[in-house]
């Protein structure tokens, strides 16, 4: 049907194997540019008589593709796509809820993803094609102002994006069975922000915008020379970086900038689904804002856009800290044996 906004995901149990079950619609901003990585080999030499390249011996693979997954933050069916960006959640039940813990740390996340995207022909109907074998390589979340005007508007509506890179590429012509759900609400969804020298002793601050952008860190550069392409792990360091803007208040943040003072950041976000309360949040423990100077206006206030690198930290015994810790409330529950 025109105007389709979905996608269908489901967590695998085996790498770059399709799941029989466990499929999920999502709905998303676009369809995301899903693409396979087809690649034409063809040995550079000359025959006799010709006068244009020759067919003989060309051979044509498909190897994978790529893909961006653009939901709303207030989509069910989420937590899949955390567990394989961040790493499997501890889930600790509350009131009838769920609250999913995903830390990045050292580990690499075992989760993986199969996608399921439907393009629409002239008249109407549409293929089904499926990647599967998907990791992560870059998550982001971003939360703007909401629209300043009358009108319909999805301003203010905070966002995920997660680009995918998938094992298989299989094109089909059998439509597998998929559940709808009660995806979204998008009630509520401002962001509050937390800032402060640790994360027990934060105040509010008022932005006016945000966004977290981080690089998962897998090798997709490790590949096998047959078709077959290897389950990336996770190489070297890792770099989140966060990007703040609001209207100049006091010295406090200069003064972190200019000392290389690490700062904690709390970014929470209070959703309402069915009158049950959902909601998202994210822990930073140590933030070293990055950037220029605020700059100075003799027309209006002062602005400070403070772009920061996140880093790694130590508790009071020594041990390691997660970079960072991302808090899903929902009435879902991962599914941490798929």
């Known amino acids: 049907m025109a105007g389709k906004n979905w996608l269908t995901i489901a967590p695998e149990a085996t790498f770059g194997t399709v799941p029989t079950i466990g499929w999920t619609d999502i709905p998303v901003v676009d369809l995301g ?15 006799r008589g010709q006068v244009a390249p020759t067919m003989d011996g060309q051979r044509v693979d498909t190897r ?15 937590l899949p796509l955390f567990a394989a960006a961040i790493n499997e959640p501890t889930i600790t039940p509350s009131g009838g809820m769920n609250i999913h813990r995903f830390d990045l740390d050292d ?12 393009r629409e022909f002239a008249d109407g109907t549409q293929d089904l094609d ?36 998938y094992r298989v590429f299989s094109p089909s012509t059998t439509e597998r069975t998929s559940v ?20 027990s002793s934060l105040s509010t601050e008022c932005l006016n915008s945000f966004s977290l952008e981080m690089p998962t860190g897998f090798d997709f550069e490790r590949r096998c020379i047959s078709d077959a392409i290897d389950k ?16 100049y ?16 950041l709390r970014a929470e976000w209070a959703l309402t689904v069915d009158g049950d309360a959902f909601s998202v949040r994210l822990d930073i423990p140590a933030l070293m804002f990055t950037g220029d100077a605020p700059v100075e206006s003799n027309e209006s206030v002062t602005t400070q856009s403070l772009p920061g690198s996140v880093y790694g930290t130590y508790d009071n015994l020594g041990d390691p800290v997660p970079v960072l810790s991302l808090y899903v409330t929902t009435d879902e529950e991962y599914d941490l044996g798929s």
């Open 33 to 47: 540019q899903a693409s396979p990585i087809v690649t034409v080999q063809q040995a550079d030499v000359m025959r």
């Open 64 to 78: 994978g593709g790529t893909q961006t997954i653009k939901p709303y933050l207030a989509t069910r069916g989420m």
């Open 107 to 118: 580990q690499s996340p075992e989760a993986t993803l199969a996608v399921q995207l439907g």
């Open 130 to 165: 499926t990647f599967a074998g998907g990791r992560p390589s870059v998550l982001r979340l971003a939360q703007g102002q909401s629209a300043t005007s009358s009108g319909v508007s999805a301003d203010g509506i905070p966002t995920l994006e997660v680009d995918m890179n």
């Open 180 to 199: 709808a759900v009660d995806s979204v609400n998008y009630s509520g969804g401002d962001c509050t922000i937390s800032v402060g020298p640790t994360l």
């Open 232 to 247: 990336p792990g996770r190489v070297g360091l890792i770099q989140p970086t966060v990007s703040l803007e609001w209207s």
């Open 249 to 264: 208040k006091n010295r406090t943040y200069y003064d972190a900038w200019i000392n290389g003072t690490a700062m904690a």
